[in-house]
């Protein structure tokens, strides 16, 4: 195991302008994952760096953001300091993304106030023989990512009407098979064919393989 | 085919064609037209006595022209819907005093003369795109001499002579003598396989039709010499391989080469020459009769509906799914499913198994009355937009309406924006907003970045998808590279606007690096082209300003490489170390 190597400190940069709607208040969470992290990456330092930064109001390194424990410190954190951004360094957001979003929602706040740094696929696993530059590098990262949460906004998915019928453009057999299938699962289906009839070209076929039976 | 006519809740229109479609996924708007049959359909029992008083005589289409019908005709016995058909061309009786024998025929008086072509509006949810395909034309390979020798046919044309309910009730003959061949020759791979003389692709169904067709013909006539010339017998398919050593076992003749010519003889037979690339010898056979085994091709309107629909086709001209493994039944476009050979030539089985599939997808739609759409949409800013068309000309699936000419401001159609933020990056006057990757959160991002030892850095901006997915598999494989980049995650590529570039280096970055997935790859279509399309662009302007294009870097990299992304690191840390700390002074004092 590699000492963590202790953060050399820049001055936190001024320029940041407060978001347009509210007061925001943003957690930030850097996750130990274990030692996936934590071995190469300093994440306490990270997270005491992260402090000083204008509008987080909780910075904090935590040992497995994803488990169960670690999202109950998060979501009651979300209630205690009242926090509507919040930011995981952790893993890819392409593997807990979705975990985290739904976090929030059990929070009661929106699923896009979310913003992830990427802190093991792209930082500590790759970069491994260089802890402090990995420090520095997943310093940026998450300061980068909470530059983003300051800025987020609450989406919704909209709703769009679904008429429950299909068209089925072509009468040959696969035309054929597939409105057959929506049909009889109870679906309304409009078939358009351009030839006098349906049938295809399978119609004028005579045996078919592999079966050698009849295309009609 | 009858269970389809007679289904309660499948409506069928025939002679018909779609004209146009609006909207999307949900609330799709089709136009139908609907060509005049003349005879009513409902009402029409198919009784034919129209047929036998007509005077027209004309090659009959079911048949390949093999037979005759007239101008009121039933295109096959088993026709869905079964009822006959007037051909308004072909028809003297537009005007009734020159003929209309048909009329006075008919019984039911189903036959209207005045019948005109009707246009069918539709609002469905879901659309299965099942067009089919057309056989390949052979005239164009002329040495195989079909349409010179009246001999030479088809596979299409054979399926019909040999087919109980064809023009000869099933029994082959030699359409010269009308008399039964002792040898037949079937040739392969006729326009499949080489893009000079037809398609390059494989047509996939042509080696199995053949092997069918000669089982059949051994077990109607046992002494028949029959001959098949061919590149690679493609027998893949379950049951497929044993048809094949059937075939063999019942004395069929493989022939490994494609004829090079084919003459006609004095008698009607035609002499074949072969180069034998098995043994290497050059044969001549003479045959009664040369089968062409024509290869698929896409169907006409298969363009048509591209365009109108917004789909995708691939280079061979199928419609493109949506991704080859994972989606093979959906096209990019929500909603939109594909059946059959419209996506790609396949046989029977094979159109089945896919059809089904597209069903269930669509059906997985059409479950609810309601769906949820994308939350990561764009929007225009109405009073910023100058009506100039850039973003629905970029946008890959036409969500953006717009009218440059009577000045109407670009609406985005949320319900078919799938977010990958081309048209906000292409936007030339920032009148248009990309939610959850807007300029402002990634200009703030970049000022996270800069602000402090800005010389040290690497700017990466990294497609959701395939970069950003390659660098974590880099990542899972613990793959070492230099620790200078910072990645900027945006779903697409084409996302990354040209102001963000300028943005950084006036900020004091030495390399801007955009990646994205490889052309032809892209998550959202073709979007990366105009990613390419801008980066190349910047670079031309960076040369005209005097700053090095090296410095902006554009790299393709899929999801599967995490090995290239280490590599791409490596070169962009030693490109930046070549960046000097004057030039970025240089660059800044330019830019500002």
Redesign the interface.
Known sequence: MTTPTVLSM??V?P??LPSADGEVRIGVYVCHCGMNIAQTVDCDGVAAAMAKLPDVAVAKGIGYACSEPGQREIREDIATHGLNRIVVGSC????HEPTFRQMLIAAGLNP?LLEMA?L????S??????PE??T??AY??V??A???A????S??????????????????????????????????????????????????????????DC?? | MTDAGRHPRITIHTLSEVVDVKGNVGSFDVKIVKKARYVDEKACTACGECAKVCPVVRPDEFNMGLSSRHAIYSPFPQAVPSAYVLNSGECLGNNPVVCSKCQDACEKKCIDFHMSDETISERVGTIVVATGLTPHDPRALDEYGYTRFENVLTSLEFERLVNAGGPTQGHLVRPSDRKRPRSVGFVQCVGSRSARRGKSYCSNICCMNTIKSTLVLKEHYPDMDIKVFYIDIRAFGKGFEDLYTRSRRTGVHYVRGLPGQVEQLADGRLRVAVENTAGQSLDFYDLDMLVLAVGIEPAAGTHKLQEMMGLQLSSDGFFLEAHPKLQPVDAATRGVFYAGCAEGPKDIKESVTQASAAAVRAIRLMQSSQIRAEAITSEVITEQCKACGKCAEVCPYNAITVDPKKKIPAKIITAACTGCGTCAAECPFGAIVMNHFTDRQIYDQIDALLDERPSDKILTFACNWCSYAGADYAGVSRLQYPPNARLIRTMCSGRVDEDFIWYAFKKGVPIVLVSGCHIGDCHYIDANHWTAKRVDRVRKKMEKRGLRPERLQLEWISAAEGILFAEVMTRMEQLRQSVSEKEIAETIALLS
């Open positions: 820049p001055g940069s320029g940041v890819s957001p392409r593997l896009y990427n093991r696929e792209q930082c696993w790759v970069h491994m023989k260089t530059a990995a520095a590098k940026d990262l300061k980068m909470v530059a983003r300051r800025r987020l906004q989406l919704t998915e909209p709703m769009l009407p679904m008429t429950q019928r299909a068209l089925v453009i072509g009468g040959g057999v696969a035309g054929i098979q597939a409105a057959l299938d929506m049909a009889d699962n109870g679906y309304e289906v409009v078939m358009v064919e351009r030839q006098p009839s349906i049938g295809g070209v399978m119609a004028q076929l005579d045996k078919t393989f592999p079966t050698m295309s009609i």
